[in-house]
């Protein structure tokens, strides 16, 4: 387990953290379907991409892996049998590629059930960042037909593309170039705060539109993120971001709370006057 870093006014944001953290809870409570969001590429890559595979007696045999891919990263070897992907059995390469096409720029993840060694083992594989979900518990699909041979190439990169998308206020654009930045250098902390505070202004801007599955997604990630940034030395600057970030969604959950309350409130009544307008009638035919 990580040490945390001891960090000036750590009072005042651990407090707020922890009162996000319930307002989170609270507003849940009133909401019904709970809407995930998702940051990821334009464009879904196929999940399958750098697998080389042959035909086999059961299923489809593994010849090739890609290092670094997702299929490697998801401990697919070669030699491994492929019998099953997500709930449909494969046995031959035609049915293998109708699959893997079928779910190109659609599935971010899926279970493959594999033989190796004659022992059967089932593997997640996905589309997300493996660094991002180390490091921040963040799901996010990187940009992965763009590499660098240095991580501190990618970093800068995409870091220069976010502050742009930033200067030319399109925040979610920003977020996912700080996210494919992080995906380089997971550790950056200042691209980590980056992208932190743009999780709350997207859940801020949300909140006050009314679209609380989204507002409360945004909400989560950003606080997450915060909560792994308390690990890192943080300077006064950034802590007053962290304090202003909260504030702002904090206020934002109040005022959607006060608008529900008042909603719901609004809707008994009108159901209570509809009522005794119907019993009055009744009593007025009797």
Excluded at 212 to 223: D, E, H, I, M, Y
Excluded at 225 to 241: N, S
Aim: charge should be neutral; glycine fraction near 4%; hydrophobic fraction near 45%.
């Amino acid at each position: 387990m990580r040490r945390r870093a001891v960090i000036r006014d750590s009072w005042f944001v651990d407090r707020a953290f922890r009162s996000a953290v319930i307002l989170l809870v609270v507003v849940l409570r009133f909401t019904i379907h709970e809407s995930r969001t998702t940051v990821h590429a334009a464009e879904l890559p196929s999940l399958f991409r750098g697998i080389v595979i042959a035909d086999s007696q059961l299923g489809v045999r593994v010849v090739n892996v890609e290092e670094r891919s997702q299929a490697h990263l998801a401990d697919l070897r070669p030699e491994d049998i492929i019998v099953r992907i997500g709930d449909r059995e494969v046995n031959t390469i035609d049915e293998f590629a109708a699959l893997s096409n079928s779910m190109k720029g659609q599935a971010v993840r899926t279970t493959l059930l594999v033989f190796r060694s004659g022992t059967p083992r089932e593997l997640s594989l996905h589309l997300y960042s493996y660094p991002l979900i180390r490091e921040w518990e963040i799901e996010f699909v990187p940009e992965h037909d763009i590499r660098f041979a240095e991580a501190h190439v990618g970093l800068a990169y995409w870091a220069r593309l976010g502050r742009g998308f930033e200067e030319a206020d399109k925040p979610l654009e920003a977020l996912g170039a700080y996210l494919n930045a992080l995906h380089h250098a997971p550790v950056d902390s200042a691209v980590a705060l980056s992208a932190s505070r743009l999780y709350l202004r997207l859940s801020e801007e949300a909140l006050a539109e009314r679209r609380l599955g989204t507002g409360v997604a945004f909400l989560r990630q950003g606080v997450t993120m915060l909560d792994h940034l308390f690990d890192y030395p943080l300077t006064d600057e950034q802590l007053a971001t962290v304090r202003d970030g909260l504030r702002a969604s904090l206020e934002a959950l109040r005022h959607l709370q006060t608008r529900q309350l008042s909603s719901i409130i609004e809707s008994r009544n009108h159901e209570t006057e509809v009522r005794c307008q119907k019993s009055e009638f009744r009593k007025a035919v009797i």
